[in-house]
């Protein structure tokens, strides 16, 4: 038996679709089920040109030539799409030196195809997936900066699980400020517009609180609570309290009908999360935070008060009178207050 003859038994036997060409690319001879593969729906196909019935070889002939002459490795051009008799197929052709022309193997890898195209889309939905959810923790993760201080939110985000009830015990300053003049304004304007005043009055308080590292603890109808050293360390917190309390104030000075009245107190309380699982919220608890709040009480428009616990903190360019002092409503002990009158 020749080893063409031997060659072609034994493809046979391991059910290889093959063909046989001269090193010109012409076939010579082929399997029975070769024909299924070839591009063109024809009855014979001896004799015609291998680029012809294969057209994902055109531009590869002198490449080819050269595999029949042992000068360049087989070549192998892997998954072919297909139209085979089940519907789509994927083949891949490997082609090799073969006494003076060509071997040309082909194999079905429709299933191996099939599964890689299946993986591909499963890539493609995973990363469509991951893309999405991307998107939608950047909406929360801005959501949540919006209706938390930025610190808390951004420790929240970097680890979920320390947010729990409680908190800790700690020197902070307490700033309020309440714009005095909008109740009486609100009664001749419908109530969007007086919405539309707030949220640009208050938008001008917050501004100047994180301007000067200080958080937004919450709002309170036309007034806001503002805390100094919690969550972030600031060794400067009573004088940065004043700072944003003196550009509140000069934000309005030529406002004949809107001022904001502001106190400020320096004292321990307890700085953390108050409410239940479900419902929490960051905020500092404490007398300290009472005579803030009695402070600003006290405070005319366009005043700033500040407790003497505060006035001890701060450098000595800020100028302030000494009021004297004075029992705070639901305080038993007397406490001195200042009015700033500058700041350099």
Same mark, same amino acid.
């Given at each position: 038996?020749?080893?063409?003859?031997?060659?072609?038994?034994?493809?046979?036997? =391991?059910?290889?679709?093959?063909?046989?060409?001269?090193?010109?690319?012409?076939?010579?001879?082929?399997?029975?089920?070769?024909? =299924?593969?070839?591009?063109?729906?024809? !009855?014979?196909? /001896?004799?015609?040109?291998?680029?012809?019935?294969?057209?994902?070889?055109?531009?590869?002939?002198?490449?080819?030539? +050269? &595999?029949? $002459?042992?000068?360049?490795?087989?070549?192998?051009?892997?998954?072919?799409?297909?139209?085979?008799?089940?519907?789509?197929?994927?083949?891949?052709?490997?082609?090799?030196?073969?006494?003076?022309?060509?071997?040309?193997?082909?194999?079905?890898? %429709?299933?191996?195809?099939?599964?890689?195209? $299946?993986?591909?889309?499963?890539?493609?939905?995973?990363?469509?997936?991951?893309?999405?959810?991307?998107? %939608? $923790?950047? +909406? *929360?993760?801005?959501?949540?900066?919006?209706?938390?201080? /930025?610190?808390?939110?951004?420790?929240? &985000?970097?680890?979920?699980?320390?947010?729990? *009830?409680?908190?800790?015990?700690?020197?902070?300053?307490?700033?309020?400020?309440?714009?005095?003049?909008?109740?009486?304004?609100?009664? @001749?304007? @419908?109530?969007?517009?007086?919405?539309?005043?707030?949220?640009?009055?208050?938008?001008?308080? &917050?501004?100047?609180? #994180?301007?000067?590292?200080?958080?937004?603890?919450?709002?309170?109808?036309?007034?806001?609570?503002?805390?100094?050293?919690?969550?972030?360390?600031?060794?400067?917190?009573?004088?940065?309290?004043? +700072?944003?309390?003196?550009?509140?104030?000069?934000?309005?000075?030529?406002?004949?009908?809107?001022?904001?009245?502001?106190?400020?107190?320096?004292? %321990?309380?307890?700085?953390?999360? #108050?409410?239940?699982?479900?419902?929490?919220?960051?905020?500092?608890?404490?007398?300290?935070?009472? =005579?803030?709040?009695?402070? =600003?009480?006290?405070?005319?428009?366009?005043?700033?008060?500040?407790?003497?616990? %505060? +006035?001890?903190?701060?450098?000595?360019?800020?100028?302030?009178?000494?009021?004297?002092?004075?029992?705070?409503?639901? !305080?038993?002990?007397?406490?001195?207050?200042?009015?700033?009158?500058?700041?350099?």
């Amino acid at each position: 038996m020749s080893d063409t003859n031997l060659l072609k038994t034994i493809l046979t036997f =391991q059910g290889i679709e093959y063909a046989l060409a001269a090193a010109d690319g012409r076939l010579l001879s082929h399997s029975p089920g070769l024909r =299924q593969w070839a591009a063109d729906d024809v !009855r014979e196909i /001896n004799g015609r040109s291998l680029y012809s019935l294969f057209h994902e070889l055109t531009g590869l002939e002198d490449d080819i030539a +050269q &595999v029949a $002459r042992r000068q360049q490795p087989p070549i192998k051009i892997e998954k072919i799409a297909r139209q085979g008799p089940n519907g789509s197929a994927y083949i891949t052709l490997s082609i090799l030196p073969f006494n003076n022309g060509l071997l040309i193997i082909v194999s079905d890898v %429709t299933d191996t195809g099939n599964l890689e195209q $299946r993986l591909s889309q499963r890539r493609n939905e995973l990363s469509l997936l991951s893309n999405q959810l991307n998107n %939608t $923790r950047n +909406q *929360l993760d801005d959501l949540l900066h919006r209706f938390l201080p /930025n610190p808390i939110a951004s420790q929240m &985000v970097a680890d979920p699980q320390a947010v729990k *009830l409680g908190g800790e015990r700690k020197e902070v300053t307490v700033l309020f400020a309440d714009l005095h003049g909008f109740t009486s304004w609100t009664e @001749n304007v @419908n109530p969007e517009q007086a919405l539309h005043m707030l949220n640009d009055k208050l938008s001008i308080a &917050v501004d100047a609180l #994180i301007a000067h590292s200080g958080i937004l603890d919450k709002y309170m109808g036309d007034a806001v609570m503002g805390v100094f050293n919690t969550p972030l360390n600031d060794p400067d917190h009573a004088y940065h309290a004043v +700072q944003a309390a003196w550009q509140l104030i000069c934000a309005f000075k030529e406002d004949p009908v809107l001022q904001f009245s502001v106190g400020i107190n320096t004292g %321990t309380a307890v700085a953390g999360n #108050i409410g239940t699982l479900e419902a929490m919220n960051y905020t500092v608890i404490g007398d300290a935070v009472n =005579q803030a709040k009695r402070l =600003q009480e006290m405070a005319k428009p366009g005043q700033v008060l500040i407790s003497g616990s %505060t +006035q001890a903190l701060l450098p000595d360019e800020v100028g302030l009178l000494s009021l004297g002092s004075f029992q705070l409503r639901g !305080r038993s002990k007397t406490t001195d207050i200042y009015a700033v009158t500058n700041l350099n």
